[in-house]
């Protein structure tokens, strides 16, 4: 079993990688039924890209593509867009640094299905640009199948992003999410009926998805802006503001600086008299 180093730099605490590797030989000292998991997983390997495509190899194998094949086309991937990697480093900081119940960079890494279904897209959406449709679409029923999260392998995601729970996560082909936006489950990112073309929403930086929010049509979420819990948002939302209700109404514009990264969901008391 290799031995991961502790590489603490004065000016913080170790990089992700060395912080994973530390976590993982203590999990090991804690839980030795878990020892050959975490040493196939993450302690064999040299590299966060390494360890990254054997974990989604492992998880997405199956009987049709085998799991070494699978691995083979996340190094392709990760050799060809080494920025894959640094926005799977990004998602971590992001699980870690906003959900109150993360403990550090091993449980998202190897358990939480937001992560992995992230990863995952990347995974397809690299598949998708390079003409390669039909495995990419394979990429989205295997999440879809084991993490209950279903995103078009054409529509753009930004790095630092942190899906929560994920469950029921929905986002269509002409999405765009910016960076360091969060969701919870439930979140819907679709159209509003059957037309094609560009047909979805795109969602600002820092943007605050709550949990089955509903974000329909080729609108406009502007950057730090918060869509209340179990709204439906048929028109733009103005930068930093709140949408809330059903039809979504906006609440105290601005409200919260930086609403994604706070995670908080609470609302003002003022309510706009008019309906976006």
């Not at 199956?62 to 990697?85: F, G, K, N």
């Not at 998708?128 to 054409?154: C, K, M, N």
């Not at 094609?196 to 709550?210: C, Q, S």
Request: proline content about 6%; charged content about 20%; overall charge negative.
């Amino acid at each position: 079993m290799a031995q991961a180093l502790e590489l603490v730099r004065p000016d913080g605490p170790p990089p992700v990688w060395a912080a994973l590797c530390n976590e993982a030989l203590a999990a090991c000292r804690n839980e030795p039924a878990l020892s050959s998991l975490l040493d196939a997983v993450i302690l064999r390997h040299d590299n966060l890209s390494a360890a990254l495509s054997f974990q989604l190899a492992r998880k997405l194998g199956d009987a049709v593509i085998t799991p070494i094949s699978l691995r083979e086309i996340c190094q392709e991937a990760y050799e060809a867009v080494p920025v894959m990697v640094e926005q799977a480093e990004a998602d971590l900081r992001a699980v870690y640094e906003r959900d109150p119940a993360c403990k550090g960079y091993l449980q998202p890494f190897l358990f939480f299905k937001g992560f992995l279904a992230l990863q995952t897209h990347r995974l397809g959406h690299f598949l998708w640009r390079q003409g390669r449709e039909t495995l990419a679409f394979y990429l989205q029923s295997r999440t879809s199948e084991l993490f209950q999260v279903d995103i078009h392998p054409a529509a753009r995601i930004g790095s630092g992003v942190f899906v929560d729970h994920a469950t029921g996560v929905v986002i269509g082909e002409t999405a765009v999410v910016g960076d360091d936006v969060s969701m919870l489950h439930g979140v819907t990112l679709g159209g509003t009926g059957a037309e094609r073309g560009d047909r979805h929403p795109k969602i600002g930086k820092g943007v605050l998805l709550g949990a089955g929010a509903k974000v329909l049509g080729n609108i406009q979420i502007g950057d730090y802006a918060k869509i209340a819990s179990g709204s439906v948002v048929l028109k733009d939302v103005p930068t930093g503001c709140t949408a809330a209700g059903v039809p979504a109404r906006l609440v105290n514009c601005p409200n919260c600086p930086e609403p994604a990264r706070t995670m908080d969901h609470t609302l003002a008391d003022v309510v706009y008299d008019y309906v976006i």
